[in-house]
Protein backbone atom coordinates (compact mmCIF):
# COMPACT_ATOMS: atom_id res chain seq x y z
CA UNK A 1 0.00 0.00 0.00
CA UNK A 2 1.34 3.52 -0.59
CA UNK A 3 1.51 6.07 1.71
CA UNK A 4 0.66 9.52 0.98
CA UNK A 5 3.10 12.60 1.47
CA UNK A 6 1.97 14.98 3.79
CA UNK A 7 1.43 18.39 2.92
CA UNK A 8 1.00 21.48 4.60
CA UNK A 9 -1.14 24.64 3.22
CA UNK A 10 0.95 27.33 0.70
CA UNK A 11 -0.30 29.41 3.65
CA UNK A 12 1.85 27.34 6.39
CA UNK A 13 5.55 27.14 6.45
CA UNK A 14 7.76 25.15 8.75
CA UNK A 15 11.27 26.36 9.70
CA UNK A 16 14.19 24.06 11.66
CA UNK A 17 16.75 26.16 13.45
CA UNK A 18 20.18 24.85 13.30
CA UNK A 19 20.20 24.39 17.61
CA UNK A 20 18.21 25.73 20.04
CA UNK A 21 19.94 29.30 20.32
CA UNK A 22 19.68 29.85 16.23
CA UNK A 23 15.96 29.59 16.70
CA UNK A 24 16.47 33.01 19.15
CA UNK A 25 18.21 34.49 15.92
CA UNK A 26 15.68 32.74 13.58
CA UNK A 27 12.81 34.66 15.40
CA UNK A 28 14.22 38.16 16.38
CA UNK A 29 15.26 38.58 12.16
CA UNK A 30 11.50 37.30 11.15
CA UNK A 31 10.10 40.24 13.64
CA UNK A 32 12.38 42.73 12.41
CA UNK A 33 11.80 42.14 9.11
CA UNK A 34 8.18 41.99 9.55
CA UNK A 35 8.56 45.39 11.50
CA UNK A 36 10.70 47.08 8.68
CA UNK A 37 7.82 45.79 6.23
CA UNK A 38 5.38 46.70 7.82
CA UNK A 39 6.49 50.47 8.89
CA UNK A 40 7.62 51.13 5.19
CA UNK A 41 4.52 49.96 3.96
CA UNK A 42 1.78 51.63 6.72
CA UNK A 43 3.74 53.51 9.05
CA UNK A 44 3.18 51.24 11.99
CA UNK A 45 3.92 47.67 13.31
CA UNK A 46 1.16 46.33 15.61
CA UNK A 47 2.62 42.65 17.44
CA UNK A 48 0.34 40.79 20.10
CA UNK A 49 3.24 39.08 22.30
CA UNK A 50 3.33 36.15 24.20
CA UNK A 51 4.11 34.78 27.47
CA UNK A 52 6.42 32.10 28.80
CA UNK A 53 10.03 31.39 29.15
CA UNK A 54 10.78 30.87 25.34
CA UNK A 55 9.78 34.32 24.42
CA UNK A 56 11.86 35.77 27.52
CA UNK A 57 15.00 34.95 25.91
CA UNK A 58 13.88 35.94 22.03
CA UNK A 59 12.69 39.74 23.64
CA UNK A 60 16.42 39.94 25.46
CA UNK A 61 17.70 39.25 22.13
CA UNK A 62 15.50 41.69 20.67
CA UNK A 63 16.74 44.71 23.61
CA UNK A 64 20.29 43.13 23.24
CA UNK A 65 22.82 46.22 21.71
CA UNK A 66 23.31 44.16 18.46
CA UNK A 67 19.67 43.69 17.67
CA UNK A 68 17.92 46.92 19.08
CA UNK A 69 18.72 49.37 16.61
CA UNK A 70 16.96 47.19 13.80
CA UNK A 71 13.95 47.36 15.32
CA UNK A 72 11.81 50.51 14.56
CA UNK A 73 10.66 50.97 18.27
CA UNK A 74 9.27 54.23 17.95
CA UNK A 75 6.37 52.99 15.03
CA UNK A 76 5.57 49.65 17.33
CA UNK A 77 2.57 49.36 18.85
CA UNK A 78 2.99 46.23 21.60
CA UNK A 79 -0.43 44.21 23.00
CA UNK A 80 -0.43 41.08 24.63
CA UNK A 81 -2.33 37.91 23.05
CA UNK A 82 -2.94 36.68 26.08
CA UNK A 83 -2.78 37.85 30.42
CA UNK A 84 -2.90 36.09 33.47
CA UNK A 85 -5.29 37.90 35.74
CA UNK A 86 -2.87 39.35 38.08
CA UNK A 87 -1.28 42.74 38.65
CA UNK A 88 1.02 44.37 36.36
CA UNK A 89 3.75 44.02 38.70
CA UNK A 90 3.23 40.50 39.65
CA UNK A 91 6.28 37.78 39.08
CA UNK A 92 3.19 35.77 36.89
CA UNK A 93 2.62 38.97 34.62
CA UNK A 94 3.10 38.27 30.63
CA UNK A 95 3.37 42.22 30.70
CA UNK A 96 5.71 41.99 33.54
CA UNK A 97 7.95 39.61 32.27
CA UNK A 98 8.22 41.39 28.63
CA UNK A 99 8.81 45.19 30.42
CA UNK A 100 11.51 43.30 32.40
CA UNK A 101 13.11 41.84 29.61
CA UNK A 102 13.01 44.20 26.82
CA UNK A 103 10.67 47.06 26.99
CA UNK A 104 12.30 48.54 29.77
CA UNK A 105 15.49 48.82 27.85
CA UNK A 106 14.69 50.16 24.63
CA UNK A 107 13.12 53.36 23.70
CA UNK A 108 9.02 53.43 23.34
CA UNK A 109 6.21 55.64 23.82
CA UNK A 110 3.95 54.45 26.62
CA UNK A 111 1.03 55.02 24.53
CA UNK A 112 2.28 52.32 22.35
CA UNK A 113 2.57 50.04 25.01
CA UNK A 114 -1.39 48.24 25.25
CA UNK A 115 -1.17 45.93 28.68
CA UNK A 116 -3.78 44.60 29.59
CA UNK A 117 -6.06 46.49 32.57
CA UNK A 118 -5.76 43.30 35.22
CA UNK A 119 -6.80 45.87 37.57
CA UNK A 120 -10.07 45.87 36.76
CA UNK A 121 -13.05 43.35 37.24
CA UNK A 122 -11.96 40.33 34.71
CA UNK A 123 -14.90 40.97 32.12
CA UNK A 124 -14.42 44.48 32.17
CA UNK A 125 -10.81 44.38 31.47
CA UNK A 126 -11.82 42.24 28.26
CA UNK A 127 -13.94 44.42 26.83
CA UNK A 128 -11.58 47.51 27.57
CA UNK A 129 -8.97 45.23 26.09
CA UNK A 130 -11.08 44.68 22.72
CA UNK A 131 -12.09 48.30 22.30
CA UNK A 132 -8.20 49.30 22.64
CA UNK A 133 -7.49 46.86 19.84
CA UNK A 134 -9.96 48.39 17.29
CA UNK A 135 -9.08 51.04 18.29
CA UNK A 136 -4.91 51.11 17.72
CA UNK A 137 -5.04 48.22 15.35
CA UNK A 138 -6.12 48.94 11.50
CA UNK A 139 -8.88 46.89 10.20
CA UNK A 140 -8.71 44.40 7.17
CA UNK A 141 -11.01 44.33 4.68
CA UNK A 142 -13.57 42.54 6.67
CA UNK A 143 -13.61 44.52 9.49
CA UNK A 144 -11.39 42.62 11.88
CA UNK A 145 -8.46 44.41 13.35
CA UNK A 146 -5.32 42.95 11.83
CA UNK A 147 -2.24 42.63 13.67
CA UNK A 148 0.93 42.73 11.23
CA UNK A 149 2.25 39.85 13.61
CA UNK A 150 1.22 37.87 16.40
CA UNK A 151 3.44 35.91 18.70
CA UNK A 152 2.69 32.02 19.91
CA UNK A 153 4.08 30.15 22.12
CA UNK A 154 2.77 26.05 22.01
CA UNK A 155 1.63 23.80 25.20
CA UNK A 156 2.36 20.40 25.73
CA UNK A 157 -1.46 19.99 25.68
CA UNK A 158 -1.76 21.81 22.55
CA UNK A 159 -2.69 25.28 24.02
CA UNK A 160 -1.88 28.42 22.40
CA UNK A 161 -2.18 32.06 24.05
CA UNK A 162 -4.92 31.13 26.47
CA UNK A 163 -7.03 28.91 24.58
CA UNK A 164 -7.31 25.79 26.37
CA UNK A 165 -8.24 22.43 26.29
CA UNK A 166 -12.06 22.03 26.01
CA UNK A 167 -12.56 25.45 27.20
CA UNK A 168 -16.10 27.43 26.14
CA UNK A 169 -13.82 30.24 24.58
CA UNK A 170 -12.57 27.77 21.77
CA UNK A 171 -15.94 28.39 20.36
CA UNK A 172 -16.20 32.19 20.81
CA UNK A 173 -16.92 33.65 17.52
CA UNK A 174 -17.85 37.36 18.13
CA UNK A 175 -15.71 38.76 21.14
CA UNK A 176 -12.40 39.62 20.16
CA UNK A 177 -11.50 39.37 24.03
CA UNK A 178 -12.27 36.58 26.37
CA UNK A 179 -11.56 36.43 30.02
CA UNK A 180 -12.32 32.56 31.72
CA UNK A 181 -11.57 30.66 34.60
CA UNK A 182 -9.54 27.87 33.71
CA UNK A 183 -9.65 25.08 36.18
CA UNK A 184 -6.51 23.10 34.47
CA UNK A 185 -4.15 26.22 35.76
CA UNK A 186 -6.71 27.37 38.52
CA UNK A 187 -6.92 30.72 37.44
CA UNK A 188 -8.31 33.33 35.50
CA UNK A 189 -6.95 34.38 31.56
CA UNK A 190 -7.38 37.20 29.33
CA UNK A 191 -6.49 35.77 26.19
CA UNK A 192 -7.39 36.97 21.90
CA UNK A 193 -10.24 34.70 20.77
CA UNK A 194 -9.44 32.54 17.33
CA UNK A 195 -10.97 35.10 15.11
CA UNK A 196 -8.97 37.55 16.09
CA UNK A 197 -5.55 35.64 16.25
CA UNK A 198 -6.36 34.36 12.72
CA UNK A 199 -6.69 37.86 11.25
CA UNK A 200 -3.58 38.90 11.74
CA UNK A 201 -1.29 39.33 8.35
CA UNK A 202 1.45 36.26 9.79
CA UNK A 203 1.30 34.40 12.95
CA UNK A 204 4.30 32.64 14.06
CA UNK A 205 4.63 29.66 16.66
CA UNK A 206 8.12 29.87 18.29
CA UNK A 207 8.59 26.26 19.69
CA UNK A 208 11.82 24.43 21.38
CA UNK A 209 12.96 21.26 23.31
CA UNK A 210 11.67 17.62 22.40
CA UNK A 211 9.28 17.99 25.16
CA UNK A 212 6.91 19.77 21.74
CA UNK A 213 7.63 16.86 19.58
CA UNK A 214 4.84 15.30 20.33
CA UNK A 215 2.13 18.09 20.26
CA UNK A 216 4.14 19.46 17.27
CA UNK A 217 3.72 16.65 14.94
CA UNK A 218 -0.10 16.15 16.57
CA UNK A 219 -1.28 19.81 15.93
CA UNK A 220 0.24 19.78 11.93
CA UNK A 221 -0.80 16.72 10.79
CA UNK A 222 -2.93 15.00 13.25
CA UNK A 223 -6.31 14.66 13.22
CA UNK A 224 -8.35 17.97 13.57
CA UNK A 225 -9.42 18.33 16.71
CA UNK A 226 -9.30 21.79 18.40
CA UNK A 227 -11.33 20.80 21.65
CA UNK A 228 -8.12 18.22 22.09
CA UNK A 229 -5.70 21.06 20.83
CA UNK A 230 -6.63 24.46 20.69
CA UNK A 231 -4.09 25.20 18.61
CA UNK A 232 -4.97 23.11 15.30
CA UNK A 233 -7.72 26.32 15.45
CA UNK A 234 -4.52 29.04 13.90
CA UNK A 235 -5.73 28.76 10.64
CA UNK A 236 -5.33 32.25 9.12
CA UNK A 237 -7.88 34.14 7.24
CA UNK A 238 -5.63 36.04 4.70
CA UNK A 239 -2.21 35.69 6.50
CA UNK A 240 0.46 33.31 6.56
CA UNK A 241 1.42 30.99 9.22
CA UNK A 242 5.13 30.17 10.00
CA UNK A 243 6.50 27.74 12.67
CA UNK A 244 10.22 28.10 13.86
CA UNK A 245 11.36 24.68 15.81
CA UNK A 246 14.49 23.77 16.76
CA UNK A 247 16.09 20.23 16.09
CA UNK A 248 14.22 19.04 19.42
CA UNK A 249 10.74 19.90 18.59
CA UNK A 250 10.79 19.38 15.27
CA UNK A 251 11.92 15.40 15.30
CA UNK A 252 8.74 13.73 14.76
CA UNK A 253 7.68 15.85 11.74
CA UNK A 254 8.62 14.07 8.24
CA UNK A 255 11.56 15.70 6.42
CA UNK A 256 9.40 16.83 3.49
CA UNK A 257 7.53 19.10 4.83
CA UNK A 258 9.99 21.44 6.55
CA UNK A 259 12.55 23.82 5.53
CA UNK A 260 15.94 24.08 7.32
CA UNK A 261 17.47 27.01 8.30
CA UNK A 262 20.86 27.69 6.06
Known amino acids: MSQTTPSLSPDVSIVVSRDNESAYTLAAGTIVDLAQQAVSARGKFTIALSGGSTPKKLYELLASPAWQPRMPWAQTEFFWGDERYVPSTDSSSNFNMTNQAMLSKVSVPAAQVHRVLTE ?114 VRPTHGKLTWILDPGSAEKLPPEIVTHQK
Open 120 to 233: KDAQEAAALYEKEVRNAVPAGSDGMPQFDLVLLGLGTNGHMASLFPYQPALHEKTKLVIAEYIDEVKMTRLTFSAPLINSARQIMFVSLGPDKATVVRDVVLGVFDPERLPAQL
